[in-house]
């Protein structure tokens, strides 16, 4: 473990590992650089590239100070970024997307980027998520903040979310719970159903691949799609076979020949 200061006085850890050029996985909802999709896409992609996986703030080794803002979580990758050598490919997956979005947005130095599934809605196509969630995930404990972002923010069956409390990876997802707030404020006014601001893009200038999985839902499908249309000159991309828990071997290809 290595770790980094962000603007704020945060101190921000991330493991380094592989040779090759600067690349930084940014992680969603619920996952750390220990838990999730991350520790196994950065062991498949460590020949091509030197990859910085951290803990973002509040998670894992990662402190948390002050108030919560989203151009602290921005400030962050930067640090990670300026350690990675002063500039690097991103990937980022789900709300980890829509963090190296926003940040590739606010001009950080990202050389390209690779957005998986950000959790946009852009249409009426399933039930909207309420535009209280930010207040009603900060006033709720563990398990049902949990359940809360499962159901009313990415739409799975209530029954599916209780079996899930009876898997190991419930504990270490309880432990992160208080940052689902985060995640939601990282979204932004993109998940109410409207249709995409292209003007909150226009700044960007970097090569972008947008990318979603062949079994994902439509609702899904159609914002990776309104995405790769509203960001300037992005391209877009399906991945047969996969949904929003994309596995390693299937997204690691996709990553190298975007960035390599």
């Known amino acids: 473990m290595e770790t980094v200061v962000s603007k704020d006085g945060t101190t921000i850890a ?35 590239f030197t990859v910085y996986n951290y803990d973002r703030r509040g998670r894992g ?12 979580e921005i400030e962050d990758l930067a640090a990670v970024i300026e350690a990675a050598g002063g500039s690097a490919y991103v990937y980022g997956s789900s709300s980890g997307a829509a963090l190296a979005l926003r940040a590739t947005a606010a ?14 809605v852009v249409d009426g196509s399933r039930k909207q998520i309420p535009r209280t969630w930010v207040a009603d995930l900060t006033a709720l404990g563990p398990d049902d903040a949990i359940k809360y972002f499962f159901t009313k923010g990415i739409g799975l069956p209530g029954i599916l979310v209780t079996m899930m409390k009876l ?7 309880r432990a992160i719970a208080h940052t689902l707030p985060y995640d939601a404020q990282v979204v932004g006014e993109n998940c109410f159903g409207e249709p995409m601001d292209a003007a909150q893009w226009a ?20 914002s990776t799609r309104a995405l790769a249309d509203a960001v300037p000159d992005a391209e877009h991309s399906e ?19 975007f960035c390599g």
């Not at 700044?203 to 159609?222: C, E, N, T, Y």
Request: charge should be negative; proline fraction near 10%; glycine fraction near 10%.
């Open 14 to 48: 991330y493991d380094r590992r592989g040779s090759g050029p600067a690349l930084v996985l940014v992680d969603g909802a619920l996952c750390s650089r220990a838990q999730g999709p991350m520790p196994d896409l950065a062991e498949a992609l460590a020949d091509r």
């Open 107 to 120: 001009g950080l130095p990202v050389e390209k980027l690779v957005a998986f599934e950000p959790p946009y």
């Open 61 to 72: 080794d990662s402190g948390d100070s002050g108030e919560y803002a989203v151009d602290r």
């Open 167 to 173: 898997m190991p990876a419930w504990k270490n997802m």
């Open 239 to 257: 991945v047969p076979g996969q949904n929003h828990v994309i596995k390693a071997s299937a997204i690691a290809p996709v990553i190298a020949d």
């Open 203 to 222: 700044s960007i200038d970097q090569p972008v691949l947008v990318v979603s999985g062949g079994k994902s839902p439509a609702w899904m499908k159609a």
